[in-house]
Every structure is written in C-alpha cells, then in structure tokens.
C-alpha cells in the first residue's frame, strides 16, 4: 500500500504503546499523516515527528466523528484506556471509556468513514477456572476484574462487527508490557517497568506483586512489531476476530529482580503485596500464541536477558536528561 493512502488515528497517543507506535508509524506513513490523540495539553505531547498532536476527550462522539470525516482518517489505532489497577477504582468510568468509544469506531467502521480497526485486549480476559500456564486461544473466558470484563465485551462486539457487517477489526491480547520511553500507566504488570527506574534512581525496589508470581510480558519493541505485523496480514490470512493471543515471555519479580541483580549487583528487592496481587492471581502464568504464529508470522525478538539489558541501558540515558 502507498503511504500516501493511509491517513491514522492513534488514540491514547501519550500512552505506553502510544508514544512509540505514533513514531513507528510517523516512520513508515510519514509524520502529516499521522494524528495522535490524547488528554493533555499540547505542550505535553509527543514529538513533533511522530505526527499532528490533537487534545481530545475519546467518549466524545461527534467531536471524533467530525476529526476522521476532516481529516480522511483510513486507519484507527484506538489504544485509549482504562488499566486493571485504575479501573478497580471507578467501574463505571472503566465501562464509559474502555467499551463506549469501541463501539463508536466500530460503527464508524460499519458505515465505510474509515477502513480498517486496531483495538487492544488484554490477558485479562481470561480469569479463574483455566489452566494456568500455556493458555491456549480458545478457552473460556471468565474475566474477574473490570477491565477483564470490559476487555471481554470488545472482543465480542469486534467479532459481532466483524461476521455481521464485515467490518476489518484487528486485535491482540497484550501481556504486561515493558517500555522505558513512557510511564507505567497504573496497570498490575506495571511492577515490570517501576522496578527499573527505581532500580536507577534509589537501588532498591518494593514490589507490589509476590517473588514468585509469574506473569506473561513483552518488551514494547515486539509489541509494537507485532501490531504492525497483525494490522499488515492480508485479511483473508486471519482466523482469530475476536483477539490473538500474544505471549511474549514468562517470568516472576524476583526472577526479573534477579536479572537486574546481573547488571547492577548492588540492586535489592523487597514485597508489600497490594490489592494488584489477587488481579495477578486471576491471570495466566503463560500463554500460548501459535494461532498468531501461524496466521500471520508472530516473532519476537526479545527474551529478559537481552529486554533488561536494554531497559537499563537506554532509561539512565532518559533519567540523566531529566
């Protein structure tokens, strides 16, 4: 496809996958026809060669639908969302924002006002009562949590879209992303970044997640590879609409603890479990993504050793700056 022809909305462009999907994809479509929306002002937001900066509430309707029908947006990447730790807090905020808006951009999608649909689930989907290691694609989902449960409804209203009105909706269900460019976003899997600027700035760290609770996880450089391998497959490759299972790696704090322990020796870790443990208990251990694997060539190129060493690596550039 020409870059010329796509023109993309990013919503929740300040977000962790956000900042660096606005600039992967400035790189590829070129940055004036790139739009990131967010909640902050203007001033706050992403480089200016990541594409055109928009401050705008997502559960505005007619304001979106006026900004795509402007603009000719073709593509939305719609990222905006709620996190598992911050949705406990106000489920019915966590409804307005994670599943209102989806439903908006999938009739959007419905009515020809743009082409094509990136939408983000999570491992939250999955709850109690599977198994617990290598869930596979299809299994029964019985989310415990209010994001899960958000998660699960869009998931739903993707694939309803999709076999009814054929609508070209995409989605994956990320582990707990890693990234050093942006903030932890209030999310259980967030231990896994914390742990890294305070690692930095104090030497020490206090997990709110138990030594031994593993996690499935994915370093944003796969994440955001991924996505754009996903959203490049030919449609007719994709056996999966409601969400493909992306599994990244496995492992607990005191494992990644321990790999940080290899590149800063005098690191030191300690546990305060908080009500994130029992959101961490609900969810699997590891996944398996072969589905994704087969349809549309899923890889990843890292694994926690070479993740970590990157991870420090590039945050004391970031913190030395600040």
């Given at each position: 496809m020409e870059s010329h022809t796509e023109r993309i909305l990013i919503t929740g462009a300040l977000g962790q996958i956000g900042t660096e999907l606005c600039i992967r994809l400035a790189a590829i479509y070129g940055r004036e026809n790139i739009f990131g929306l967010g909640l902050e002002d203007e001033s706050k937001a992403v480089d200016s060669a990541a594409g055109t900066y928009v401050k705008m509430d997502v559960t505005d309707s007619a304001s979106i639908e006026k900004f795509v029908?402007?603009?000719?947006?073709?593509?939305?990447?719609?990222?905006?969302?709620?996190?598992?730790?911050?949705?406990?807090k106000n489920p019915p905020l966590a409804w307005r924002i994670n599943v209102d808006p989806l439903i908006h951009f999938l009739e959007m999608a419905k009515d020809k006002k743009i082409n094509k649909l990136?939408?983000?689930?999570?491992?939250?989907?999955?709850?109690?009562?599977?198994?617990?290691?290598?869930?596979?694609?299809?299994?029964?989902?019985?989310?415990?949590?209010?994001?899960?449960i958000s998660k699960l409804a869009g998931e739903k209203w993707c694939e309803y879209y999709h076999n009814k009105y054929g609508v070209d909706v995409r989605s994956i269900r990320y582990p707990g992303?890693?990234?050093?460019?942006?903030?932890?976003g209030g999310g259980t899997t967030d231990y896994a970044v914390e742990i890294f600027?305070?690692?930095?700035?104090d030497g020490k760290y206090t997990s709110f997640i138990k030594e031994d609770t593993a996690m499935p996880m994915l370093y944003m450089d796969d994440a955001i590879n991924a996505t754009l391998q996903l959203m490049d497959a030919p449609a007719e490759q994709l056996s999966v609409r409601t969400s493909y299972n992306l599994g990244g790696m496995s492992f607990t704090p005191a494992e990644l603890a321990a790999e940080i322990k290899n590149e800063m020796p005098t690191f030191e870790i300690s546990y305060e479990p908080d009500f994130r443990q029992a959101i961490a208990d609900s969810w699997p251990a590891s996944i398996d993504d072969a589905v994704a694997k087969k349809d549309w060539g899923l890889k990843y190129d890292f694994d926690i050793a070479s993740m970590t060493k990157d991870m420090l690596e590039n945050l004391k550039k970031k913190l030395a700056k600040a």
């Amino acid at each position: 496809m020409e870059s010329h022809t796509e023109r993309i909305l990013i919503t929740g462009a300040l977000g962790q996958i956000g900042t660096e999907l606005c600039i992967r994809l400035a790189a590829i479509y070129g940055r004036e026809n790139i739009f990131g929306l967010g909640l902050e002002d203007e001033s706050k937001a992403v480089d200016s060669a990541a594409g055109t900066y928009v401050k705008m509430d997502v559960t505005d309707s007619a304001s979106i639908e006026k900004f795509v029908t402007e603009n000719k947006i073709t593509t939305v990447y719609h990222l905006a969302s709620l996190l598992s730790g911050t949705s406990e807090k106000n489920p019915p905020l966590a409804w307005r924002i994670n599943v209102d808006p989806l439903i908006h951009f999938l009739e959007m999608a419905k009515d020809k006002k743009i082409n094509k649909l990136f939408w983000p689930s999570s491992i939250a989907v999955f709850g109690r009562e599977i198994p617990k290691t290598d869930v596979g694609q299809e299994v029964p989902l019985n989310p415990s949590t209010v994001y899960g449960i958000s998660k699960l409804a869009g998931e739903k209203w993707c694939e309803y879209y999709h076999n009814k009105y054929g609508v070209d909706v995409r989605s994956i269900r990320y582990p707990g992303l890693i990234s050093w460019k942006a903030p932890a976003g209030g999310g259980t899997t967030d231990y896994a970044v914390e742990i890294f600027y305070k690692a930095i700035e104090d030497g020490k760290y206090t997990s709110f997640i138990k030594e031994d609770t593993a996690m499935p996880m994915l370093y944003m450089d796969d994440a955001i590879n991924a996505t754009l391998q996903l959203m490049d497959a030919p449609a007719e490759q994709l056996s999966v609409r409601t969400s493909y299972n992306l599994g990244g790696m496995s492992f607990t704090p005191a494992e990644l603890a321990a790999e940080i322990k290899n590149e800063m020796p005098t690191f030191e870790i300690s546990y305060e479990p908080d009500f994130r443990q029992a959101i961490a208990d609900s969810w699997p251990a590891s996944i398996d993504d072969a589905v994704a694997k087969k349809d549309w060539g899923l890889k990843y190129d890292f694994d926690i050793a070479s993740m970590t060493k990157d991870m420090l690596e590039n945050l004391k550039k970031k913190l030395a700056k600040a």
